[in-house]
């Protein structure tokens, strides 16, 4: 599966080109929230009932956020904005990347998709209100996606990191944890003759995985007591 993902993207084909960028943070956007029909992600069983929708004449834009091989579900807002939880996904071939529980899935498509370029932009940084300037991105340039165009990706899969934006005096973006909570927001953006014609965008905040309570865990640990004692009284 892993494999075919990294395949899929038609937006990968040109990495870590400059591109243009705003100084201000991507929050979420789209025209409408909810199914996209016909959305497989570049996979099969890829939930598309909560996705942000933006339409531009025939052109169609999608951006969603679903959980990976049986990790929890994500939730959402209804209004572009969902919860994850921080940590290794164990299927292959995390941890050695690592990959997160949760993916970003892109959907580009429409009988005018040829006559613009398309840029996605992914965040590393777990900071809040992180800059699109300081986004890793891809380049899709004007031709490339001739009618669909679509894909699950993890913020783990190592080619997402040669995007790091080339900005004159801007780091390179820092690799990516998956066990960090923080906020991470993506936009796909859709461009004519590099003036901005349509965007939808999306906010993922991962959230830490909860620590039992000191108190919990007495309370756990006198429970199994309890049952260890009842049991050798009956034996």
Do not use: K
Request: net charge negative; glycine share 10%.
């Amino acid at each position: 599966m892993s494999t075919r993902i990294r395949n899929l993207g038609i937006l990968a084909c040109a990495l870590g080109v400059a591109g243009i960028a705003t100084a201000a943070p991507i929050t979420a956007t789209f025209t409408t929230f909810g199914a996209l029909p016909g959305a497989t992600f570049g996979g099969t069983g890829i939930p598309n009932n909560a996705v942000a929708i933006t339409t531009s004449g025939e052109l169609t834009l999608g951006l969603t956020a679903t959980q990976r091989f049986g990790a929890p579900a994500l939730t959402n807002n209804g209004a572009g904005v969902f919860t994850a939880q921080a940590g290794v996904s164990a299927d292959a071939p995390s941890p050695a990347d690592p990959y997160a529980l949760w993916n970003f899935g892109f959907y580009i498509a429409g009988s005018t998709a040829a006559q613009y370029s398309f840029r996605l932009f992914y965040d590393f940084d777990p900071a809040a209100d992180t800059e699109q300037a300081e986004h890793g991105r891809t380049l899709a340039p004007a031709g490339a996606v001739t009618s669909t165009s679509q894909g699950s990706w993890n913020l783990g899969m190592n080619f997402l990191e040669l995007g790091a934006p080339i900005v004159e005096d801007t780091p390179l973006v820092p690799s990516f944890d998956p066990r960090v909570a923080g906020q991470y927001s993506f936009a796909l953006v859709a461009y004519s003759s590099d003036e901005e014609l349509a965007r939808t965008a999306i906010v993922v905040n991962v959230n830490a995985v909860p620590v039992p309570e000191p108190t919990s865990l007495a309370l756990a640990g006198l429970a199994l007591a309890a049952l260890g004692l009842g049991r050798r009284r009956a034996r």
